[in-house]
C-alpha cells in the first residue's frame, strides 16, 4: 500500500514539474499528435491577455515561430497568408505565436500584409508547456530582449506547425530542429483535405 502511495505521488509531483527549456533544439520533447494543447495565456496584438480555451475554439492550424525578425519566419507566415482562403474554406482558423511583444506582432502583420491573427508568448510559457522552447544562442540576447519588451533574452522555440481539432487535440505536426526548413502552404493544403 505505501508503495502505491509513493508511486501516486512521484507521478503528481511530475506531472506538475514546471516546463523546461532544451539545451538545443535537437533536445526538445515537443507534445505529439492525439495530445491536447495545453491551456495557457497569450497576448493579442493590443496587448490584451487571452486563454487558450478562448483562442483554440475551433480547427486550427496553429504557427509557432522564432520571431518577425526571422527571415524564414517571415517567408512562412506570408506562405500562409497565401492560402488563407483555402485553409479558412476548410473550417480552420489560422493562429501564429511567437515570442515577439504585441507592439512587433502589429509591425509584422503590416509589413507581411497578413489577415489572420498573431499573439504573443514573450515569457515562453506557452510555448515552453508544448515542449518546443531551446535556450538562445548568447548572440540572440539583445535582440530577442529588444523583440520581448526585455521579457525573454534566453530562448527560442522552435518553428512547429500544429493542426488541431475542435477539441484543441493535435492531429498533425511538422517540426525540424533546423529552423530553415519550413512546411510549405501547398502541403499543408493536402494535409487538411485529408483530415
Given at each position: 500500500?505505501?508503495?502505491?502511495?509513493?508511486?501516486?505521488?512521484?507521478?503528481?509531483?511530475?506531472?506538475?514539474?514546471?516546463?523546461?527549456?532544451?539545451?538545443?533544439?535537437?533536445?526538445?520533447?515537443?507534445?505529439?499528435?492525439?495530445?491536447?494543447?495545453?491551456?495557457?495565456?497569450?497576448?493579442?496584438?493590443?496587448?490584451?491577455?487571452?486563454?487558450?480555451?478562448?483562442?483554440?475554439?475551433?480547427?486550427?492550424?496553429?504557427?509557432?515561430?522564432?520571431?518577425?525578425?526571422?527571415?524564414?519566419?517571415?517567408?512562412?507566415?506570408?506562405?500562409?497568408?497565401?492560402?488563407?482562403?483555402?485553409?479558412?474554406?476548410?473550417?480552420?482558423?489560422?493562429?501564429?505565436?511567437?515570442p515577439d511583444?504585441?507592439?512587433?506582432?502589429?509591425?509584422?502583420?503590416?509589413?507581411?500584409?497578413?489577415?489572420?491573427?498573431?499573439?504573443?508568448?514573450?515569457?515562453?510559457?506557452?510555448?515552453?508547456?508544448l515542449g518546443?522552447?531551446?535556450?538562445?544562442?548568447?548572440?540572440?540576447?539583445?535582440m530577442l530582449?529588444?523583440?520581448?519588451?526585455?521579457?525573454?533574452?534566453?530562448?527560442?522555440?522552435?518553428?512547429?506547425?500544429?493542426?488541431?481539432?475542435?477539441?484543441?487535440?493535435?492531429?498533425?505536426?511538422?517540426?525540424?530542429?533546423?529552423?530553415?526548413?519550413?512546411?510549405?502552404?501547398?502541403?499543408?493544403?493536402?494535409?487538411?483535405?485529408?483530415?
Amino acid at each position: 500500500m505505501k508503495k502505491n502511495v509513493f508511486l501516486f505521488l512521484l507521478l503528481s509531483f511530475i506531472t506538475y514539474l514546471p516546463a523546461q527549456i532544451a539545451d538545443k533544439p535537437e533536445n526538445i520533447a515537443p507534445l505529439l499528435i492525439g495530445e491536447k494543447i495545453p491551456n495557457s495565456t497569450l497576448q493579442d496584438v493590443q496587448g490584451k491577455t487571452k486563454n487558450t480555451n478562448e483562442i483554440f475554439v475551433q480547427k486550427t492550424v496553429l504557427i509557432v515561430y522564432r520571431g518577425g525578425w526571422c527571415p524564414y519566419c517571415n517567408a512562412q507566415l506570408a506562405d500562409m497568408q497565401e492560402i488563407e482562403k483555402d485553409i479558412l474554406s476548410l473550417g480552420y482558423q489560422i493562429i501564429a505565436v511567437s515570442p515577439d511583444a504585441p507592439s512587433f506582432l502589429k509591425e509584422t502583420i503590416e509589413k507581411d500584409h497578413l489577415g489572420y491573427q498573431l499573439y504573443a508568448d514573450s515569457n515562453g510559457v506557452f510555448s515552453k508547456a508544448l515542449g518546443i522552447a531551446f535556450a538562445a544562442p548568447e548572440k540572440y540576447s539583445k535582440m530577442l530582449g529588444k523583440y520581448s519588451d526585455n521579457k525573454n533574452t534566453n530562448w527560442l522555440p522552435v518553428p512547429t506547425v500544429y493542426v488541431l481539432n475542435e477539441n484543441q487535440e493535435i492531429e498533425f505536426l511538422y517540426i525540424n530542429p533546423d529552423y530553415s526548413k519550413r512546411l510549405s502552404g501547398r502541403v499543408l493544403l493536402n494535409v487538411l483535405k485529408s483530415l
